[in-house]
């Protein structure tokens, strides 16, 4: 229940937008209604059903199924649009147009093309950007710690299954890391210890020495700083990155995405640490 709780209020940002999509949708579906219920009008009960029912069938799409979660705003966006144009252009029955059914295919192909598509970043202008996050987790500060700030030295009992390699460049101060990207890739980073204070504070830059021009990030830094509660610790992530679109970063801000990477690191952590 905890980590439903968790991937939930990770999809609070996307559950907005698709909340306010889905009503439109139901308002301008039935926009030409002149009819009253209780004093309100049709188009607006129409609107609270779409709400309710759509957003909760998107809701149990993206808890049961996260790889295809971002298919959930496509789609929510292209509902109002589709009802619109049903309003507008419906049939002598009050059926939807096949032509307008078509588009709304498209729409929503087109929408989730463009906004999930990286291939659009390369048109797009790209500045550094700085990214904050927060996470909780039931381990102390002290037996979180290890598993948040692998070296060379630790990384064979604390690192993550992506950990492929890690060596000392110089001892204690910047390391060599290799991690695997996707099912076949691998990335190479040469990362650098700025601030390492026990149980509090770490921070390190990180630089990827093959990085083409086109590549979506080259160079960084992360930093977390920890503090104890009375159920564990808390934390305060901030990631900072040399080129992040718009669109990067428009779909990492809705998904909440360094959230997520926060969770899934203390969540192996506390699987490792109770194991």
Excluded at 91 to 115: A, K, M, N, Q, R
Excluded at 123 to 142: G, N, V, W
Excluded at 222 to 231: P, S
Aim: glycine share 6%.
């Amino acid at each position: 229940m905890r980590w439903f709780m968790k991937r939930l209020y990770r999809e609070r940002r996307r559950l907005t937008i698709v909340a306010a999509a889905t009503f439109l949708g139901g308002y301008f579906a039935f926009f030409n209604s002149t009819s009253v219920f209780l004093g309100i009008p049709f188009p607006i009960i129409a609107g609270l059903a779409f709400m309710v029912g759509l957003t909760t069938a998107l809701v149990i799409l993206v808890v049961l199924f996260p790889k295809i979660r971002h298919s959930a705003e496509s789609v929510a966006l292209s509902i109002p649009v589709l009802s619109l144009m049903g309003a507008f252009s419906s049939d002598v029955d009050g059926g939807l147009p096949t032509s307008t059914s078509v588009f709304g295919i498209l729409l929503c192909y087109l929408i989730f093309t463009v906004y999930g598509g990286a291939w659009l970043d390369r048109y797009l202008p790209c500045r550094p950007r700085r990214l904050r996050s927060c996470a909780t987790s039931k381990l102390p500060p002290e037996e979180l710690w290890p598993y948040l700030t692998v070296t060379p030295d630790t990384f064979l009992d604390y690192g993550s299954k992506d950990t492929l390699s890690m060596e000392w460049i110089d001892p204690d101060v910047s390391y060599r890391e290799i991690e695997r990207s996707g099912e076949l890739a691998k990335i190479e980073e040469i990362n650098t210890i700025e601030v390492n204070e026990p149980h509090h504070r770490y921070r390190f830059t990180f630089e990827v020495p093959d990085a083409t021009e086109t590549a979506p990030v080259s160079q960084g830094s992360y930093e977390f700083r920890m503090t104890q509660n009375g159920h564990g610790t808390t934390l305060g992530i901030v990631r900072e990155f040399d080129r992040v679109s718009i669109r990067a970063q428009l779909l990492i801000w809705i998904d909440d995405a360094m959230g997520r990477l926060d969770d899934q690191k203390i969540r192996d952590a506390e699987t490792a640490h109770r194991d």
